[in-house]
C-alpha cells in the first residue's frame, strides 16, 4: 500500500503563531485529504485536495501531486486548533492514513 | 443530512461477550468503510464495502471480527468473542464509491472497552 508520512510528530505552538505541517507520500493518488482529530475524538474534514490549493479562514492546504506531498498552513494558530491532524491519501477504494501531527497551542 | 451516524458511542463490555457496533452512512454514498484507532497502530483499515459488497477484508485482525451491510443504508460490524486487546475507538466513514474522487465523511465513533 501506499505510505504516507507526516511531519513533525509533534509540535508546541503559542497562540497566535503560525505553522506548517508536512505530508509526503509514496505513490501517485487521486484523493487527499486532511482531517483534524479534535480532544474529544472527532474526525473533521478539513480540505479535500487531490492537487493545488484551498483556503478557509486560518487554514489553507496546497497539494504537489507531481511531487507527492501536501501542506497544511495554520496561520494565527488558537487553543481550539490543538489535537491531530491527519493527511490522508485515496489508492482505488482505499484510503491510507499518515501517523498524524500532535499540535498542542498554548495561550 | 445528518452525516455518518454510529452508535452506540461507547460501550463497556466483559471479556468473551459479542459486541454490535452499528453504522448508518451518507445517504447517496456508496463505499464504507471500518477502521480502528489504537494508540500503538493509530488508524487501522479493517473492510470497506461497495455497494453493499465487502471488497477488501485484508484489514480485518482475526474470525473473531465480522462486518455486514445488508443495504445501503446500514452497516455492523461484530466481535464475538470479545477480548481487552479490542479496546479502542472504531470509525465508520462513508464516501462516494468506486474510483470517483469524492470526499469521505466519519462518524463520531464508538470507544470499546473490553474489561
Known amino acids: 500500500g501506499i505510505q504516507v508520512e507526516q511531519s513533525p510528530p509533534d509540535l508546541i505552538l503559542q497562540e497566535g503563531a503560525n505553522s506548517t505541517l508536512r505530508c509526503n507520500f509514496s505513490?501517485?493518488?487521486?484523493?487527499l485529504q486532511w482531517f483534524h482529530q479534535n480532544p474529544w475524538g472527532q474526525l473533521i474534514n478539513l480540505f479535500y485536495?487531490?492537487?493545488g490549493t484551498k483556503q478557509n479562514g486560518r487554514l489553507s492546504a496546497t497539494t504537489v501531486a507531481t511531487e507527492r506531498y501536501s501542506l497544511l498552513y495554520i496561520s494565527s494558530s488558537q487553543t481550539t486548533d490543538s489535537g491531530v491532524y491527519f493527511c490522508?491519501?485515496?489508492?482505488?477504494?482505499?484510503?491510507?492514513f499518515g501517523s498524524g501531527t500532535k499540535l498542542n497551542v498554548k495561550p | 443530512d445528518a452525516g455518518v451516524i454510529q452508535s452506540p458511542r461507547h460501550e463497556v463490555t466483559e471479556m468473551g461477550q459479542e459486541v454490535t457496533l452499528r453504522c448508518k452512512p451518507i445517504?447517496?454514498?456508496?463505499?464504507l468503510f471500518w477502521y480502528r484507532q489504537t494508540m500503538m497502530r493509530g488508524l487501522e483499515l479493517l473492510i470497506y464495502?461497495?455497494?453493499?459488497?465487502?471488497?477488501?477484508d485484508s484489514g480485518m485482525p482475526e474470525d473473531r471480527f465480522s462486518a455486514k451491510m445488508p443495504n445501503a443504508s446500514f452497516s455492523t460490524l461484530k466481535i464475538q468473542p470479545s477480548e481487552p486487546r479490542d479496546s479502542a475507538v472504531y470509525f465508520c466513514?462513508?464516501?462516494?464509491?468506486?474510483?470517483?474522487?469524492?470526499?469521505?465523511?466519519f462518524g463520531q465513533g464508538t470507544r470499546l472497552t473490553v474489561v
Open positions: 490522508a491519501v485515496k489508492d482505488f477504494n482505499k484510503f491510507y
Open positions: 505513490d501517485s493518488v487521486n484523493n
Open positions: 445517504s447517496g454514498h456508496n463505499s
Open positions: 464495502f461497495n455497494n453493499n459488497v465487502p471488497i477488501d
Open positions: 466513514a462513508s464516501s462516494g464509491g468506486g474510483n470517483s474522487n469524492t470526499e469521505a465523511f
Open positions: 485536495i487531490p492537487s
